[in-house]
Nanobody
Framework: QVQLVESGGRSVQAGDSLRLSCTAS????????MGWFRQAPGREREFIAL????????LYADSVKGRFTISKNNAENTVWLQMNALKPEDTATYYC???????????????WGQGTQVTVVS
């Protein structure tokens, strides 16, 4: 069973950049899709970005398009989320997840990390 571990979350100022990492404990199959989601207090968990493990095809939520970039390193079984121009509304717990569908629906993801907290102060 592949486990996912996120890291990199911390408190930053609005306008700052931050890079989150997600490392898998085992091999990620080429058919996998890796996604980032986030959940703010009192809100539903929302999709942020995804990347196909084999092709590198990406998809972003409109709320982060142009500011966030998802990337991967297959050899290191690692996915990153580069976040630029952070806003207070980006404050949330960020989760990495693994699925097999090119989908923004969290129900299509079956392996989740424990989350890493990002706080953006103005």
């Amino acid at each position: 069973q592949v486990q996912l571990v996120e890291s990199g979350g911390r408190s930053v100022q609005a306008g700052d950049s931050l890079r989150l990492s997600c490392t898998a404990s085992g091999r990620i199959y080429s058919s996998s899709v890796m996604g980032w989601f986030r959940q703010a207090p009192g809100r539903e968990r929302e999709f942020i970005a995804l990347i196909r493990w084999h092709s590198g095809t990406t998809l972003y939520a409109d709320s982060v398009k142009g500011r966030f970039t998802i990337s991967k390193n297959n050899a290191e079984n690692t996915v990153w989320l580069q976040m630029n121009a952070l806003k207070p509304e980006d404050t949330a717990t960020y989760y990495c997840a693994r699925g097999s569908q090119y989908s923004s629906n969290q129900n299509d993801y079956f392996t989740w990390g424990q989350g890493t907290q990002v706080t953006v102060v103005s």
